[in-house]
């Protein structure tokens, strides 16, 4: 029984949201509408194809006709017509803001963890060039703010009980401004303490002091408060600090001050050959980046101990931060320039860093658009029909008004009237729908399962997104008119009128 509940509920869920969306798109179409007959019936219009087509629409029923026909002046067919288009509309704004909306945070979250730009050295001879005077020879170019250099490596964590998978350490230094940007906004003072100093977070009996309880003195009565023995028995082992992504210190059942140990594939040299090397630290803290593949990937040290644990002699990356990205790729063309000039080697941007995955991203929201669009298209086949209804029925009228002096050119215009109304009240609707919806979730903030590891349902609403969908919508209604419109002007006024 549980089981048909929990498949019936959303059924009942989703047709109940399916009928409150279309009453709703029924209810401002049929206002729109309505709008259009008042206006129709004002009679202030510039040319005879306007008047005549507004007359087609929603000036052909009576008023004294019953209540449908009272609540919505138009026939049956150009009310679904116009339905679906606004609903297509509609629907469209809405996952196209939406996605856009996870964009932006993905994005945003990537850049705020990530160098703008990324100066990578010439070879392995580089490692001791990427030294402070190669930051003083990029920090004049426009639009650079930081520019800092950082140890960047490959490596594999250990702990008692689990293996992480491949992962980039990545060393800072503590008082840098690469520090201020990717790690003070996720960690506490404490932690960045600690990171400097890793003995804050170690226990008495890891430093190697011990408690000693004395005897109590007789006839006393009382315990006696323990003794604390400050001499160390033994000396204690300081680690170096490191601060893991919160996904990764769960994967590795760690906590702060646990140790870790580094492994990298190039090390030591034994009599085996060359042997992985291995360094211990202690966890100082942990950090929520937002984004799961970061907190699961990634972890931090100091500069000088990534610089012992990858035996280098100095930084091996030089980051580059901006003021825009907007700019990012006029200067990453001047910092190639300064690069190439002071013999470094490759320079590569974020968006290149990670291209894959904002290809997947444009991929899918052009697959989206392309799926949701088929809607419209839906849309624009009602159009189409109604039209050739009205072509059907009004051939007596299209050989009056040709008789009357109409030119050919004048009936397709009149059709191209009747078609682009019926898109334009549709698109009117699903654009007031689609804006609205994105205004009630962003004000909202409609709460997401942790899974998505979101709180909020984010949207941003882009106005050229927002101008395709509506230049879609009306050129798909306009297109549907041309067949129809082509057919009532080639109507001869000898054949309309055949039959009277």
Request: net charge neutral.
């Amino acid at each position: 029984m549980s089981d048909i509940q929990d498949f019936l509920v959303p059924v009942i869920e989703l047709i109940g949201v399916m009928i409150a969306a279309v009453v709703l798109v029924s209810l401002l179409v049929g206002g729109l509408v309505a709008v259009l007959r008042r206006y129709a019936a004002f009679g202030a219009f510039g040319s005879y194809q306007t008047l005549l087509a507004l007359r087609i629409l929603v000036g052909y029923r009576k008023n004294d006709g019953g209540f449908w026909e009272r609540v919505i002046p138009v026939s049956g067919q150009n009310f679904i017509a116009m339905m679906g288009t606004a609903i297509g509309v509609w629907a469209l704004i809405v996952v196209l803001s939406v996605m856009g909306g996870f964009e932006a945070d993905l994005k945003g979250k990537i850049v705020r963890f990530s160098p703008h730009l990324t100066v990578h050295p010439a070879g392995d001879a580089g490692a001791n060039a990427l030294d402070r005077s190669v930051s003083r020879s990029l920090e004049d170019t426009p639009h650079v703010t930081t520019v800092e250099t950082f140890v960047q490596g490959e490596a594999m964590l250990t702990s008692l009980t689990n293996m992480s998978p491949g992962m980039k350490l990545h060393g800072l230094d503590p008082a840098g401004r690469l520090a201020d940007l990717w790690l003070d906004p996720v960690v506490s003072g404490r932690t960045l303490d600690a990171f400097e100093a890793p003995v804050r977070v170690m226990s008495d009996r890891e430093m190697g002091f011990r408690v000693e309880a004395e005897a109590p003195a007789a006839g006393d009565g009382a315990d006696v408060m323990p003794a604390i023995d400050v001499t160390p028995r033994r000396k204690g082992r300081i680690l170096p600090g490191i601060i893991l992504g919160e996904e990764l210190a769960r994967s590795l059942s760690v906590s702060v001050g646990d140790q870790v140990t580094a492994v990298i594939p190039n090390g030591d040299v034994g009599p085996m050959g060359v042997r992985p090397r291995t360094r211990s630290f202690r966890v100082v803290g942990t950090f929520v980046s937002g984004m799961y593949e970061y907190d699961l990937k990634m972890a931090y040290l100091t500069q000088d101990d990534a610089r012992d644990l990858f035996m280098l002699g100095g930084a091996n990356r030089v980051a580059i931060m901006l003021d825009d990205l907007d700019d990012l790729e006029a200067v990453s063309g001047l910092i190639r320039e300064k690069a190439s000039g002071l013999g470094l080697g490759e320079v590569r941007t974020v968006a290149q860093a990670n291209r894959s995955l904002f290809t997947a991203l444009k991929i899918e929201k052009l697959a989206m658009f392309l799926v949701l669009g088929l809607v419209i298209l839906v849309a624009a086949f009602n159009v189409f029909g109604s039209l050739v209804l009205i072509t059907l029925e009004k051939t007596r009228d299209i050989a009056v008004i040709r008789c009357l002096g109409a030119t050919r050119k004048g009936v397709r215009r009149l059709f191209l009237t009747i078609g682009g109304t019926i898109g334009f009240v549709g698109t009117l609707a699903g654009l007031v729908l689609g804006l609205g919806s994105c205004g009630y979730v962003a004000w909202t903030g409609i709460r997401l399962p942790s899974e998505y590891y979101l709180r909020n349902l984010p949207v941003e609403v882009r106005p050229d997104e927002i101008a395709l969908v509506v230049l879609a919508a009306l050129g798909a209604a306009l297109l549907a008119t041309l067949y129809p419109a082509s057919s009532a002007a080639g109507l001869s006024p000898s054949d309309g009128l055949r039959n009277d």
